[in-house]
């Protein structure tokens, strides 16, 4: 056998595509006929298509037409629009109402609630019988005192109720219905499960609502057809009294009087309410029924009652076209009594009665809310005045914030609703009202909290900065560090804004001394995280903030996931605008980095959570740049690997760093081998730690050329060792991805071939250690027959090539010289080549027998050929070889594969023409 | 002991005759269609249906409607006939009156209306539906010799009632078919006042020293002083309407009631038999309210069971309001079904005369 000797420079020349000129630079911008023609197209395409793209502009017509549509639907259905809103608006607030008070899965039921307790079908008894039971009930009840049913029972059996009136409606036994309603109204009369009433308000009112639309449709049917169906007239959206026929106000007042005859007060209230829309069919002014109701809510004394009655009374006023706001301000009104009634309540019994007034003031407080946003609903100036002046907060429309105290709960709904002109010019008046109502109902920090949010909707229009910044400063000088940073996180865009510099550093100086010293809690590291965050965002350059008086300090005062986020936020700031140059900022962000290393959770470093965290680092590594300091650079790295160990990606680049670092210094020329020998050191102390074979591997191979760049060829060596040694320990029956991996593997030994055309051979542990260590591998490796045999060819193409009397290519180092220089007509050289390819292609042959699948054996026998046919003149020695894969190839694969009919043309083009052999010439 | 062998004669008895139920259908092939079955069961149905779904009148309307006759055959008939009736029906049970009294019982109606008029001569009526229109003056203005048209009231011994009565004659072979409605009398539009009546408003106080009825001592010595105002002079159609305030109560209150009540007295032989009897009650306070703070007292008088005031010779009708407040305590537990009339121990209360007037239609009272 001999190998093919060859010429790589002509062969390169002789496959090389002809280069030609082109006109124009692939980046330049095109030239403008080139984008006419391709509008052309594109034109050409929209019309034959007729393809629609929604986000393409739509051409004037069709969004003519679209306008008008929505112009005609907006005028005919304003009302209904807005209605509709407001309908959306309360079905979100009862899931809220739903949500917000979470109830214990027992419910005690009062002897009140005899409707929820009993079961369905005593209903459909005479109400004789019905009416004798209840008495029954009533005293059993008495007797055996509370009940207790799950929420899930109660809410159930409400919902029963609900089709029980449905069904009897519709069934025309209307005084059923409204006799169920009147049991569920009553329900609401039991207020002993407080955080259930919530839930309770909206179950009930739900049925009533039904009622009352029930009845509304009744009525409107009465007024609008005769008995027998006839049609008389067609109400008017906007219809009055004087529209509707007696008949159909008769059926009304019937229904008023029935609700009416209800001895208890709350029950008649609430079914009241639910036909209350029904007095537009009576009276002309149905509104003022309003005003009635809201009076006689004032005979419920207990607070939760009365609270979520006036709460109804809000919504259901809804149902009129236009209303007066007046009677919901004296709901408000009352409810502040309310409030100056349950404050000035002395300790009773209840051990605990500071609690359970506030959690009280809890319950009651969405009744509030909502209140409040139906007066503030769409109100203008004026009105807002007005209001104000009602509430008994103004004495004029002047002078809108000049009167009394308020109850500091209403107070925060109420400046949650102002509109925003208002609080910015009266910044300085609220901030006085806020001061002086300070009670139980609400906290008072959350208030001027609340007032600083509502100023920095709108910061420019704030007359009075400095008066009200000075004020505030003096109030929160007073608190504790939790109220302090509530209060001064609402004022601090606008400081910032402003540029109060002096402010700002009071503040910061203030939030250090409170915090000095103290465990810092959950909610107050919240606090200090929007604070800093807040900075962050505000100031475009990180040095700016770093350069803050106590910014630093505080941070360093913060654990936990707060500190985690500022500094998440600061890293991200850090990277955004390029390299990181500064030694104060890298120092500083390096230890901020680490902190935040060290606050994560290393044990769940593969959680999402976590990802980001790693990434910032990792980016921040990254955009570290020492310049031309490059011991610098490393030293920074090896800190780098030291507090940043579980961060798989970051290693994986330090490595990547290191490498490129020496290669920077080889180019740079001046040599310093012993700062290239410190980079690779680097890297092979690092890589083993790197999770992940491949990786290694690769970073291996890397390492080992950037050695091979610095003439180091023992690193090489020594590296190369490592890899292969990497590669025995690899744990192939380790996870599924078995197919990937093996493909990369063989990737890596083609690459590590390649490499090692350069690397000269050491006689000291023979020329082919390498080669025959990979070798060995493959025969104590499980690997796929295929995947071995590739890995032979990839043997028998390095032995042929290393054979040569020229390279195709060299080591950059001077120093190092190459295989074919060193063993330049040396005969054992090419001899042990020759021997080792032999003992190769023997194991390559008799490998390709085994293989079990047709397809595959014939594919490989072609490759296997065809890198004989390249590597080996195709004398007596190698033809056979040729033959026999041919013949296989032949037998597994059709005689039309293309692969096997360019390797037969191959095999034929690299016969010596004397031996022509009539066997493959078929 | 005893029942035991009056069962068991009982259970001899049904042995030893076994009743047996026999079904038996009038045609013999058992074939019927539904409908058959239907008019089979209800040969002939009449009903009086009054023009006014609320059937009220005045006296001097017509009372108008139409009798509808179903029937699966044509029936001939020697005549339609109406009649119509309003009579005060007096009765003397429990109350003040004595046990002879009670045993007296029914006192002698009287008539305010008695009319019979025919619809229509014999003749026949046609298989199907009919309807036969009517219209009947209630009031003539020339044979005003009886009662005057007192309101429609249904009270505990007094009711005031008009009813309505359709006949048709078959002859003495069939069954005369016959229905009844009852309608309501409301007075004349001419007989009332236009002007709306003027507001006579009394003031009271409700304090431990105005009550009659002894009270608990703690209430006694605590005190209270409910004040408040209260229409005492209220059309039909309006409600009642007033307002109090709980100026003071050392007790904490549970409720604050308003009572309606009707006086009915009747004149039997010498003696005045008077009952007071509670139509509605309606709360206007849950639970210890707000001091100082103004309730509105409104209360919607019901329907039928209320009449303009009615002082007439042998019977009278009249209202009276009662505001009763209960405090808390542990003796009204004790108690929890009593006539909320009785005066307790933790009750204060302060009742007054209401005159009931019928103004007109509540379109006018609507504007004012």
Redesign the interface.
């Known amino acids: 056998m001999e190998f093919k000797p060859r010429n790589y420079v002509a062969e390169a020349q002789s496959h090389a595509l002809r280069r030609t000129g082109a006109d124009l630079h692939p980046l330049s911008s095109p030239s403008p006929r080139s984008i006419l023609r391709q509008a052309d197209d594109h034109v050409e395409s929209s019309n034959s298509e007729e393809f629609f793209d929604p986000l393409r502009a739509p051409n004037s017509k069709a969004s003519a037409v679209i306008v008008d549509g929505q112009d005609l639907e907006s005028i005919s259905s304003g009302n209904e629009d807005s209605i509709q809103v407001q309908m959306k608006e309360w079905t979100s607030f009862k899931r809220f109402l739903m949500q917000r008070f979470p109830v214990s899965k027992m419910i005690s039921v009062s002897s009140m609630s005899n409707t929820i307790v009993r079961s369905g079908k005593a209903y459909e008894k005479s109400s004789t019988s019905m009416h004798l039971e209840e ?1 029954d009930d ?2 059993k009840s ?1 007797e055996e005192g509370a009940k207790a049913i799950t929420r899930q029972e109660y809410v159930s059996r409400l919902h029963e109720l609900k089709d029980e009136i449905n069904r009897a409606w519709h069934a025309e036994d209307r005084v059923t219905s409204l006799k169920l309603s009147i049991k569920v109204a009553r329900l609401l ?1 039991d207020t002993s499960v407080s955080n259930f009433y919530p839930t309770l308000f909206v179950l009930a009112t739900d049925v009533l609502d039904m009622l009352g639309d029930m009845v509304w449709e009744r009525i409107r049917q009465k007024a609008e057809f005769a ?1 027998d169906g006839t049609k008389l007239c067609s109400l008017p959206e906007n219809f009055g ?1 004087s529209d509707v026929c007696v ?1 159909a ?3 009304c ?2 229904w ?2 029935k ?3 209800i ?4 029950p ?1 209230i609430y079914l009241e309410l639910a036909i209350l829309p029904c007095w537009r069919f ?3 002014q149905p509104a003022e029924s309003l005003q ?1 109701l809201v ?2 809510t ?5 607070p939760l ?1 009365s609270a979520y009655c006036r709460l109804y009374i809000a919504y259901r006023a809804l149902k009129f076209p236009m209303y007066d706001t007046g009677s919901l301000i004296t709901c408000v009104n ?1 409810i502040k ?2 409030f100056t ?1 349950i404050s000035s309540a002395k300790e009773t019994a209840h051990g605990c009665f500071a609690d359970s007034k506030r959690s009280l003031v809890g319950l009651m407080e969405p009744a509030i809310e909502f209140i409040m946003k139906c007066i503030f609903n769409d109100a203008s100036l004026r009105q807002v005045g007005q209001v104000l002046v009602e509430l008994g907060l103004g004495r004029s429309q002047e002078e809108l914030f000049g009167g009394s105290p308020c109850v500091s709960i209403v107070l925060h709904h109420l400046l949650k609703e102002l509109p925003t002109d208002v609080v910015s010019s009266h910044a300085v008046d609220i901030l006085h009202l806020i001061k002086c109502s300070n009670d139980y109902s609400y906290d008072q920090c959350l208030n001027y909290r609340l007032l600083g949010l509502r100023l920095c909707e709108q910061i420019s229009e704030i007359g009075t900065v400095d008066a009200v910044v000075n004020e505030v400063m003096q109030v929160v000088s007073q608190y504790g560090l939790d109220e302090y940073l509530k209060v001064v996180e609402a004022y601090l865009d606008i400081l910032l804004q402003n540029q109060m510099d002096g402010q700002l550093k009071t503040i910061l100086e203030g939030i250090l001394k409170l915090a000095c010293g103290k465990v810092i809690a959950e909610d107050e590291l919240a606090g200090l995280q929007s604070i800093l965050v807040k900075l962050l965002s505000h100031f475009k350059d990180l040095e700016n903030v770093f350069s803050l008086n106590h910014f630093l300090q505080i941070l360093d005062l913060m654990h936990g996931s707060s500190r985690s986020i500022v500094s998440m936020h600061i890293l991200d700031m850090a990277t955004r605008n390029g390299y990181v140059r500064d030694p104060t900022t890298i120092q500083l962000l390096f230890e901020i980095s680490q902190a935040l290393h060290d606050d994560t959770d290393l044990a769940n470093m593969k959680n999402d959570d976590n990802q980001q965290q790693a990434r910032l680092i990792s980016l921040f590594v990254r955009m570290v740049d020492h310049g031309a300091e490059y011991e610098g650079h490393l030293a920074f790295l090896v800190e780098c690997r030291g507090a940043f160990g579980s961060i798989i990606e970051l290693k994986e680049f330090l490595v990547h760093s290191s490498n490129c670092l020496a290669t920077k210094a080889l180019k740079d020329g001046k040599t310093h081998l012993s700062f290239v020998k410190s980079c690779i050191a680097f890297s092979e102390v690092t890589i083993p730690s790197i999770l992940g074979h491949i990786k290694q591997l690769h970073l291996y191979l890397e390492t080992a050329e950037v050695a091979l760049l610095g003439g180091l060829v023992s690193h090489c060596d020594g590296l190369i060792d490592s890899a292969i040694s990497c590669l025995q320990s690899f744990d192939w029956m380790e996870g599924s991805r078995v197919a990937v991996d093996s493909d990369r593997i063989l990737s890596f030994i083609r690459k590590l071939c390649s490499l090692l055309v350069m690397v000269p051979g050491n006689p000291e542990v023979g020329i082919l250690h390498i080669p025959k260590s990979i070798l060995s591998l493959i025969h104590s490796q499980s690997w796929s027959p295929r995947m071995k045999a590739r890995i032979f060819c990839a043997i028998v193409s390095l032995s042929a090539t290393l054979s040569q009397g020229r390279l195709p290519y060299h080591a950059v180092h001077p120093e190092i010289l190459g295989n074919d220089l060193l063993f330049f007509g040396d005969s054992s050289y090419v001899h042990e080549l020759l021997s080792l390819t032999e003992s190769v292609l023997q194991n390559l042959v008799g490998l390709i027998e085994q293989e079990p699948s047709q397809a595959a054996r014939g594919s490989m026998s072609l490759e296997a050929c065809n890198c004989i046919a390249s590597s080996f003149k195709l004398n007596e020695h190698v033809l056979p070889i040729c033959s026999k894969l041919i013949e296989t190839a032949k037998l597994c694969l059709s005689p039309n594969d293309k692969y096997l009919m360019s390797t037969i043309s191959f095999l034929d083009k690299n016969l010596p023409i004397a031996a022509v052999s009539p066997a493959i010439a078929i | 002991m005893c029942l035991n062998t009056i069962d068991l004669v009982h259970a001899i008895e049904i042995k030893a005759m076994p009743t047996r139920i026999e079904l038996k259908l009038s045609r013999p092939n058992s074939i019927y269609h539904p409908s058959a079955v239907e008019i089979e069961a209800m040969p002939t149905r009449i009903e009086l249906k009054l023009s006014r779904p609320n059937r009220i009148y005045r006296p001097s309307e017509p009372l108008q409607g139409k009798i509808v006759v179903k029937s699966a055959s044509s029936i001939s008939h020697y005549g339609i006939r109406m009649a119509l009736n309003g009579s005060v029906n007096l009765q003397v049970r429990g109350g003040s009156a004595g046990v002879i009294e009670s045993f007296y019982g029914v006192v002698k109606p009287i008539t305010i209306l008695s009319k019979s008029l025919d619809i229509k001569p014999s003749g026949k009526i046609v298989s199907g539906t009919t309807e036969i229109p009517f219209s009947i003056i209630l009031r003539n203005s020339k044979e005003d010799n009886l009662e005057r048209f007192y309101e429609t009231f249904h009270g505990t011994n007094i009711s005031i009632q008009y009813l309505a009565t359709v006949d048709i004659m078959r002859g003495y072979l069939h069954k005369p078919l016959s229905a009844i409605v009852e309608f309501i009398v409301e007075s004349d539009r001419a007989d009332l006042l236009d002007q709306p009546i003027p507001p006579e408003i009394v003031i009271f106080y409700i304090t431990q020293d105005t009550q009659r009825h002894p009270i608990l001592p703690e209430l006694k010595s605590g005190g209270f002083r409910i004040i408040g105002r209260i229409s005492t002079q209220r059309s039909m159609l309006e409600p009642l309407s007033g307002e109090l305030t709980v100026e003071a109560s050392a007790i904490p209150i549970c409720s604050i009631d308003i009572h309606l009540l009707r006086v009915e007295s009747i004149l039997l032989g010498e003696k005045i038999v008077t009952e007071t009897s509670l139509i509605q009650t309606t709360q206007v306070a849950d639970g210890d309210v707000c001091r100082n703070m103004t309730l509105p007292i409104y209360v919607v008088l019901p329907r039928l069971l209320t009449c303009p005031t009615v002082l007439a010779g042998p019977f009278s009708i009249e209202f009276k309001v009662a505001i009763v407040i209960s405090f808390q305590s542990e003796l009204s537990k004790l108690h929890p079904k009593s006539d909320p009339r009785t005066p307790r121990l933790w009750t204060a209360m302060e009742t007054l005369p209401l005159e009931l007037v019928r103004t007109s239609a509540f379109d006018s009272n609507a504007k004012d």
């Open positions: 008495l009533i005293e008495s009369m008995e009294a008949d106000k008769e059926t007042y019937n008023f009087c609700v009416g005859s001895r208890e007060l709350l008649r009576l009276i002309e009635r009076m006689m004032r005979g419920l004394a207990d009652a009352d009594l309310v009634r």
